[in-house]
């Protein structure tokens, strides 16, 4: 735990020794503290003693610290906020003035935030588009937000656009971009934010489904991913219809029923798990109808 203990050193000071700067945790004032692995949303307080008017330096020297998190050190007086190299010395120079609050025993600390930290994401349509939105609650060396998509159910997913960072926010921030005129189906939107250093961070998931109203019939998305046919019918007449999957040879692998109400409706279609990947027809028809065939790759 964080909390101190028996594994944290207390602060000593000989006799007449200035104290320059401790750690401090708990009304405590420590020389070294033991505690987990940091992580976003950890803080280190520090403690400056009696320092007398002058220039004077910080040197904080980072090591093996989570690569999606960044340290900032925070200065109350000076009201600025110095983003740290986590994995390097830093040094940071800072005066002490006539001001007594320039020498106040809280005024740094370091914080840390993740580099990307998300908020949300949503994916919703808009006319033939699909708008893609996310929200970041903080964003620090941030190099670019790539946009990627999946229309096989997330087992694989391709950027399809990035727009560039380098705001470092320690506040909200927000993003949009517009996916034009994607092909009917049911895909899977989120970001990958890339640090300056080639550190990836992802975001959760948004769903969205596009149908085409357009076409009275069509299967999406195909290739079929989950041994599940998504049958959309549109403008197509109210009926009992019969379904046959087929084979490239034209044998019956599986056969069902389908009443449809006349609306436009998408139908799923089970696939029993063994089912063999490869190219296959969904045959449709019905009485006094056009017997329809669609092609399908099951994955």
């Given amino acids: 735990e964080n909390e101190v203990n028996e594994k944290d050193a207390p602060k000593l000071t000989a006799f007449n020794a200035p104290d320059i700067l401790s750690l401090k945790r708990d009304y405590k004032k420590l020389s070294i503290e033991l505690r987990k692995n940091i992580t976003h949303n950890d803080t280190i307080f520090y403690e400056i ?10 040197e904080l020297i980072g090591k093996n610290i989570d690569p999606t998190v960044t ?21 940071i120079a800072f005066d002490v003035v ?3 609050l320039s020498a106040s025993a809280d005024r740094f600390m370091v914080v840390f935030k993740s580099s990307a930290k998300f908020n949300s994401i949503n994916a919703y349509l808009k006319e033939q588009d699909v708008s893609v939105e996310w929200v970041l ?4 060396n941030i190099s670019r937000h790539e946009i990627q998509r999946s229309s096989d159910g997330g087992n694989s997913f ?12 320690f506040s909200t ?15 899977l939107y989120r970001i990958k934010s890339v640090t300056e250093n080639g550190v990836e961070i992802f975001s959760e998931k948004a769903a969205i489904r596009i149908l085409n109203y357009a076409s009275p ?13 998504h049958l959309q019918m549109n403008k197509m007449p109210a009926g009992i219809y019969s379904m046959r999957l087929l084979n490239t ?29 490869g190219s296959y027809q969904v045959e449709l028809s019905a009485k006094g109808k056009k017997t329809i065939l669609l092609p399908v790759l099951i994955q």
């Fill in 217 to 229: 019939i069509y299967i999406a998305p195909n290739p079929v991913a989950d041994k599940t046919i």
């Fill in 249 to 277: 040879t034209g044998q019956v692998i599986q056969a069902s029923t389908i009443n449809h109400p006349g609306t436009n409706t998408q139908h799923t279609i089970s696939l029993a798990q063994s089912m063999a990947k």
């Fill in 98 to 100: 006539e001001d007594a």
């Fill in 158 to 169: 391709a950027t399809i656009d990035n727009l560039p960072g380098g705001i470092n926010s």
């Fill in 173 to 187: 921030v927000q993003y949009n971009f517009t996916d034009l005129h994607p092909a009917p189906g049911n895909y």
């Fill in 71 to 91: 340290g900032i050190l925070v200065d109350k007086f000076a009201g600025k906020q110095e983003i740290l190299n986590t994995n390097d010395t830093n040094r």
């Fill in 49 to 58: 003693g009696t320092l007398l008017k002058g220039a004077y330096q910080f």
């Fill in 137 to 140: 609650g903080s964003e620090i």
